[in-house]
């Protein structure tokens, strides 16, 4: 929100003016019924493991975070390509694997990667897309730019924040919207619906269309009841559905109906035990065959976990490159990737200085952030990556930008990112906003809402 | 529609309807004991057996003081049947259902379990729950009403709510009337007295059907009350009125005109109705309040099984079609 200087960006300057003017007491009480709307409205999430708190309000700061126009055009074309690029290197991955003979990328760490499927080899998702929802996460660097931070290809989830967040903003706040120019995220879900409709297989006029929830008692279940109830879809856990004459069916009331296209927002491990996990209990027996023949629609595709692997990830610019012929618009981060004898040892050399993370972990589990790590941590790290240096990369502790935050009666300075999301159909859509994840406890660069992250309204101005 | 999600509309109602008629029935027996000369035994026990629990009761307390009996049917969550355990399950099942029901309704549950979450931190410093938090579950009960009569869709998920509320209604109603005309009846040296009338006006307070009772028929008489209470057509908690709309919602949730059944619900809810329709007060006393009762409630049951199986528990395999004797196929 402000420059080096202290200043705020141009950008900002109006949203600026208008909290200053508000004053402090009144701020403060738009904070707290923010808070209290959302728990009236039972907004909370599941922390694992903590079986007395099982339900938790996601933290929220009135504060608006601004991201500029211009930068925001950048972002939009950065996005684009990048999942554009993206798709084409899973396809080409499951079928032809030409990237692999030609050397851009080495074999071993391909097949290697544990997201890879090897029960996805040949299919044909329908109209070659595989990543349908991407949700990539982004920072701002010390420099001023953004970063792509890491791709999320598999069930991105935040989406309902983003929309909630602003709902609540709009109910509390109302004022502060006046000549703001905001850009909207609300029609996000009628988006995702004709996505959905677009992937339907040949020839089915209106499509059923289902979201599988792993239930309840998953961490995103709001989630997954809000974009169901907002798209009017089903939504459905494993046990609804049936594999029966080649077709996917869902018990209903009046006996069984076709589903056409599932948007599953359950892992590929769980997705079907006939092909993936014997043990898993949450999704349907024979789903894999049904979806080889062409009969449903899954969203994302099986198997595109191989593209947002860690380590995959330090190639995205050459896979660019690659199949697109033109430069990254959007950076990635510098990334050293353990699995490279040279770059092992400048990791193992300078632990107390990078962020480490394992390839195939998300929510914040599984990393060493270098600078606020004790001995102990970096020794059990080295140890790990010695171990397995397939399973490490490491990147420079980036300077994320800070923005303000109401921290009881006044404001602090919080590290940030930015997760947008992406839509892939028959077009390429990029949700102007996303999700401002805040580390909430103070000098912490870790956002996730599992590990104590909260969130705020994203504007993306449209001048 | 989904069947879970139909199974989880019918639970979450039947549950918030299960806590306000808990909530009512307590609250009615704390203000009547105050009514009751010094000496005079209070009830306590009776109100166990409207939930049928009283063997659970008796394996957690030794004595049905009012104390005890209000814990165990409003915070102990050991009960399921508790007004604790209930409001939780409802939640639970409106949680099932978040992307069916309106926002109005699940901000209403929520609250409600907010209300019940708050008593049952008080009391577990010691406060016994007061004749507001009582009547605070029961308006917590009508405002998630209103908002589902309000904002959502009259469809079939509406049915089966209402499907759901009324069974439950019907089956408390008969229950609360069976214990307390089984208690009152025999008390021969109270009638006549004022006490006679006052605990006959706590029946009624019990289904909340004191006021418009008193518009009927003026005279508290127990014979007009059970009448009121079973055969009323327009009292929204006489049984009569609760089957003949529960079984207004299950015709619409098929399609099949009332009359005749498509399924094994419908059957079993056209009988109940059917015995309902004609049937007159007279009749029922002198075959025995209880026995009609008891036989309602079996009937009630038998309607509940046969929801689950005709709509929400669906087998893997489709039926083989099933032809009747003898005709061929």
Redesign the interface.
Known sequence: MFNADGKPRPSARLLFERIASVGDDEIRRYQQSAEQLLF???ITFNVYGDEAGTEKIFPFDIIPRIVAADEWAQIDLGLRQRVHALNLFIDDIYHEQRILKDGVIPTDLVLSAKSFRRACIGLRPPKGTWCHITGTDLIRHGDGKFYVLEDNLRCPSGVSYVLQNREIMKRTFPQIFDHSNVRPVGDYPSHLLETLHDIAPMGIPSPTVALLTPG?YNSA??E???L??FMGV????G??L?V?NGYVM????K??ERVDVIYRRIDDDFLDPLTFRPDSMLGLPGLMDVYRAGRVALANAPGTGVADDKVIYAYVPKIIKYYLGEDQILPNVPTYVCWDDNERQYVLDNLDKLVVKAANESGGYGMLVGPHSTAEQREKFKYAINADPRNYIAQPTLALSRVPVIVEDHFEGRHVDLRPYVLYGKDIFVLPGGLTRVALRKGSLVVNSSQGGGSKDTWVLSC | MLSRLADSLYWMSRYVERAENVARFIDVNSWLSLDLPTGYHEQWSPLISTTGDDALFAQHYDEPSKRNVTHFLTFDTRNPNSIFSAITAARENARLARQYITLEMWEQINRFYFVIQNGSRFAARGFDPSADFFSEVTTASHLFLGTLYATMSHNEGWHFCRLGRLIERADKTSRILDTKYYLLLPSVAAVGTPYDDIMWAAVLRSTSAFEMYRKRYQQISPDRIVEFLVLDREFPRAIHYCVTSAQESLHTITGSPVGTFANSAEQQMGRVCADLNYIQVREIINRGLHEFLDSVQVRLNLVGDAVHHSFFALQHVPAVPQYQSGRQA
């Open positions: 009236r409205m039972g309840i279940y709001f997954h009841a809000f169901a109830k089903e939504l459905v856990e046990r609804d049936v029966m869902m018990r209903t009331t006996g069984f």
